[in-house]
């Protein structure tokens, strides 16, 4: 009974709304971190706090305590207030109701649109894509960073700046959309996606080039092989290839228009047509057919020389001839006498060369020659050449010694007698300074040194006539035979040496 009497002289609940006060602002935005304070006049009396959006409670607390949105939404706009259970005297509680305060929560920006340059790029071009939104005004201050996506996979990440310039590829062909998040990434929304569509251009206008230029390649150099097309975007797969054999060289996949083959060490056998090939999965390409030719340098060049045996005689004359069979003409020849350059002669078609001598005795040495036809030189081995005195032309038979006999003269490989018509002291003296024998002594006849000449050896030499001081009985003046046979032959007598 007496516990009615004093819940009937306290009143009933919530009578005395300015007990319990709610302090809530009236507007936020999105992100924002928004505190509800319910507190009492007396807090150390409050037992329980309760919390309500809406007519629905939100929260409860055993003593006095503030409620936080901490990331507020515009999902939390709503009415809000407080209730609390008291204590009175003894066990006696009452409940207070603070009154109810509107919260506001407005979106920040809205979400964002994707703005793209165009969504059926050609491949390699520049697209230009652009996220855009809006702050208020009261807001532009606040930072915003940008993403960018395509088909589930980050592109740009967190950019101060919403608008990218991309160069696409036709495989990066999908769904792009973008997301607008501030700093602290309490707010983050995304735009509708747009599906980009990226077109590959076939490639067309093959070409195949070679460096050097023209197709001229040198044995033993590098020779490039160019292929390359006037257009064509994405991965290009180019190739080279031999018509005479078939043979495929290899190949290399790259985005370029241009791509090159290395043939480091050019041999004769590379010579021929080449052509190569260029596909980027549209539609493969082939260039026309560019022919190799694989000129050969100088090397090797042979010397050889018209003498037999490399021996020849003062007086004669010697053909000096140097040739290098693989080498490409024109070629110039040089010619050496021990490393002293003799002369020089072209061969505009190829093949060898030859330059001549007239021996004397300060031509006894080594030889050698060079071959050089721009490409190469070479020099060949050196050759020995021995240059001697000539044998005489005039000997004496079937003497005592070799300074006595029937006089005999050699022309053109064969041995013929010499008329007596004339023939002296003078004439004698002549044939033994050619024989290096002593002085003159006798003209005895030729039919003192038997046997006689046979018939069939000639008579070259009707009457000489001589003064007695030449070399050799070839320089005097002669008459030649006219009516001499072998019963007429002259001898000599000189003294011995």
């Known amino acids: 009974m007496l516990r009615w009497l004093l819940l009937l002289a306290l009143g009933p609940v919530g009578v005395r709304p300015d007990w319990l006060s709610i302090d809530l602002q009236s507007h936020a935005y999105e992100g924002d971190r928004v505190v509800v304070r319910c507190s009492g006049k007396d807090n150390g009396k409050i037992k329980k706090l309760m919390y309500y959006k809406d007519g629905s409670r939100i929260a409860t607390y055993s ?72 702050l208020p005004s009261d807001r532009s201050w606040t930072p915003l960073r940008y993403s960018l996506f395509r088909d589930g996979h980050t592109l740009k990440s967190q950019s101060s700046s919403g608008f990218w310039t991309l160069a696409l590829r036709k495989e990066d062909s999908g769904n792009y959309w973008c997301e607008a998040t501030t ?165 505009p078609a190829g093949g060898r060369a030859s330059f001549s001598l007239s021996l004397t005795r300060g031509h006894v040495g080594n030889y050698s020659c060079e071959a050089n036809n721009g490409l190469g030189a070479g020099r060949s081995e050196e050759v020995a050449l021995n240059v001697t005195e000539p044998p005489p032309k005039t000997r004496l038979v079937n003497g005592a010694h070799r300074c006595e006999g029937r006089v005999e003269v050699e022309r053109d490989g064969r041995w013929g007698t010499v008329c007596d018509d004339g023939w002296g002291l003078k004439e004698v003296a002549v044939v033994c300074r050619e024989l290096g024998c002593g002085a003159a002594k006798h003209t005895p006849a030729g039919l003192l040194y038997p046997p006689l000449a046979e018939e069939a050896q000639p008579v070259f030499i009707q009457v000489a006539l001589c003064n007695g001081t030449e070399g050799a009985l070839a320089e005097c003046e002669q008459i030649e035979t006219f009516d001499c046979g072998h019963d007429e032959d002259a001898g000599a007598v000189c003294e011995g040496v």
């Open 183 to 347: 700093a602290s990434r309490s707010v983050s929304k995304r735009s509708r996606q747009s599906y980009i569509q990226v077109h590959r251009i076939p490639v067309s206008g093959a070409l195949l080039e070679t460096q050097p230029q023209g197709g001229q390649a040198v044995e033993g150099k590098e020779l490039v092989l160019i292929c390359s097309v006037a257009e064509g975007t994405g991965e290009t797969t180019f190739s080279w290839h031999r018509v005479d054999t078939g043979e495929s060289l290899g190949s290399k996949s790259q985005r370029s228009w241009r791509s090159e083959l290395e043939i480091p060490d050019v041999r004769e056998s590379h010579a021929g047509g080449y052509y190569c090939t260029a596909d980027n999965t549209q539609s493969p390409i082939q260039s026309e057919v560019v022919n190799i030719t694989v000129k050969i340098p100088a090397s090797h060049p042979v010397l050889t020389l018209s003498a037999p045996e490399a021996h020849a005689f003062i007086g004669d004359t010697v053909e000096l001839h140097c040739e290098d069979k693989r080498a490409h003409p024109p070629v110039l020849y040089s010619f050496y006498h021990n490393n002293v350059s003799l002369g020089n002669v072209s061969a």
């Open 63 to 134: 003593s006095a305590s503030s409620y936080t949105i901490s990331n507020a939404r515009p999902s939390d706009s709503g009415s809000y207030y407080c209730k609390s259970d008291k204590s009175l005297l003894y066990f006696f509680e009452e409940t207070e109701e603070s009154r109810s305060q509107w919260l506001t929560v407005q979106e920040l920006f809205p979400a964002p649109s994707l703005t793209v340059s165009s969504l059926q790029p050609v491949e390699e071009t520049s697209v230009t894509l652009s996220c855009d939104t809006q």
